[in-house]
């Protein structure tokens, strides 16, 4: 899952109001603020969820690989699963999840009810929680506060 912050910079001249180092400090801290945002609702996940950041001249990437966050920020289909290493798969009758779509805070989740014990169980999919659309938002956001004043 990538993010690409991008200043679409006409060519610059002597009476270019934004220093190509503005500009640079800008994509910076937009960079900041979607890895951020990126990171807040994986915070209370049993182990961290690392990005990496890549610089370009007028540009910056966030991303990362670890496939939980993809699952859960670009959703699931419904899907069957099968117990891997016991003949039975064991969980709780209830649950409510940590995250909603398109709010990168999370709440506090549970598991709860009684434990069922299942060869299989049709699971109904994961939605979508679109935390990259929102970090790329407010990136946007602060790389137009930064830079759209400048005329």
Not at 17 to 43: M, N, Y
Request: aromatic fraction near 8%; hydrophobic fraction near 35%.
């Amino acid at each position: 899952m990538r993010i690409k912050v991008t200043a679409i910079v006409p060519k610059m001249d002597d009476d270019w109001p934004i220093s190509e180092k503005e500009i640079k400090a800008a994509l910076s801290s937009a960079g900041k603020v979607v890895e951020q945002t990126l990171k807040r609702p994986t915070g209370t996940w049993s182990s961290p969820v690392r990005f990496a950041k890549k610089a370009e001249d007028f540009a910056v990437e966030i991303y990362t690989t670890d496939k939980r966050f993809v699952f859960v920020d670009a959703g699931t289909r419904p899907h069957t699963i099968t117990p891997k290493r016991s003949p039975l798969l064991a969980f709780r009758s209830e649950y409510v999840a940590k995250t909603t779509p398109r709010v990168p805070d999370p709440r506090p989740g549970r598991s709860g009810g009684q434990m069922v014990f299942a060869k299989s169980v049709q699971h109904p999919g994961i939605q979508a929680r679109e935390f990259t659309l929102v970090a790329r938002r407010y990136g946007q956001k602060v790389l137009s506060n930064k830079l759209g004043g400048k005329k």
